[in-house]
């Protein structure tokens, strides 16, 4: 018993490491002008909030979030419908990945295209995550406790659950999406970057989302976009370079007139 409850902490610690460690390798590489989707100046005079409270931000909501996830865990023995041992299979862990990462899209996208659509949410919400106009990867999960909650943390726990992985396979689920979400709000597009061969939704995806213009568009996150293409809020975008270095994500041309 105590091996699979070393597992669950781990599970709740180790992702919020990966978050720090992986978002701070993206600050080192933010001075590559030819790949970022605003200029620094942009996101100095555009963001509306300080880097030093989205750190502080972020930090509460992480320490929050664990306390749940470990208080939870407390009360259901660790077993809220996962197994305990670490299956063999290649295939079922696959399975498992797979149907956690739909799971987590579907919860997510439904309930962040509500936080948009509900005034009441939104400003006293999700407005907070929109203060970063021009996203940074250590503003990636910078929200409201509750939102973080709601959105992550449940979200967690109902991808956890529906997919029957283990605690220990959890651990890597978590971090692997910890990483995916981080990667959507670097603000760059790297040549080679293997996320952005094998996902469509990526950092200029949800940087549209982050502009006025898109802000009813790219709910989706953090793996796939087929819920945005199934309800008709998907918003296509080229990728064309500024002229003083970088790229912009600009909305094709039907989306510039409505």
């Keep these: 018993m105590s091996f699979a409850v070393s597992d669950e902490l781990l599970g709740t610690v180790v992702p919020i490491i990966v978050y720090w460690i992986y978002s701070g390798m993206y600050m080192c590489l933010g001075s590559f002008e030819n790949y970022r989707l605003h200029s620094k100046s942009d996101e100095e005079e555009k963001n509306l909030v300080s880097k030093l409270t989205v750190v502080k931000g972020v930090l509460f909501q992480q320490l929050l979030q664990a306390a749940v996830a470990i208080l939870l ?19 079922v862990l696959a399975s498992q ?13 439904f309930l962040h295209r509500y936080f948009h659509e509900n005034k009441f949410l939104y400003r006293h919400l999700h407005s907070r995550h929109h203060r970063l106009v021009v996203p940074y990867a250590f503003g990636a999960l910078y929200n409201h406790p509750l939102e973080g909650l709601l959105l992550d943390t449940v ?5 956890f659950m529906l997919s029957g992985m283990s605690p220990r396979t959890s651990i890597y689920f978590f971090s692997f999406a910890t990483i995916k979400t981080v990667d959507d709000h670097c603000g760059l597009m790297l040549p080679g970057n293997p ?5 469509r939704n990526n950092s200029a995806y949800h940087d549209v989302h982050h502009q ?12 796939f976009v087929m819920w945005d293409r199934i309800l008709g809020t998907y918003m296509p975008y080229s990728l064309e370079k ?10 094709t041309k039907e989306f510039k007139e409505d």
Excluded: C
Excluded at 155 to 159: H, I, R
Excluded at 213 to 221: D, I, L, T
């Design 73 to 91: 865990f407390t009360v259901t023995g660790g077993h809220a419908g996962a197994s305990s041992q670490q299956p063999s299979s290649v295939i």
């Design 97 to 109: 990945f797979v149907t956690a990462m739909l799971v987590m899209d579907t919860w997510q996208y």
């Design 155 to 159: 979200g967690g726990a109902l991808s």
């Design 195 to 199: 996320l952005h061969i094998f996902f």
């Design 212 to 223: 006025l213009y898109g802000s009813k568009y790219n709910f989706s996150q953090p793996f």
């Design 242 to 251: 500024r002229a003083e270095g970088g790229f912009e994500a600009r909305p």
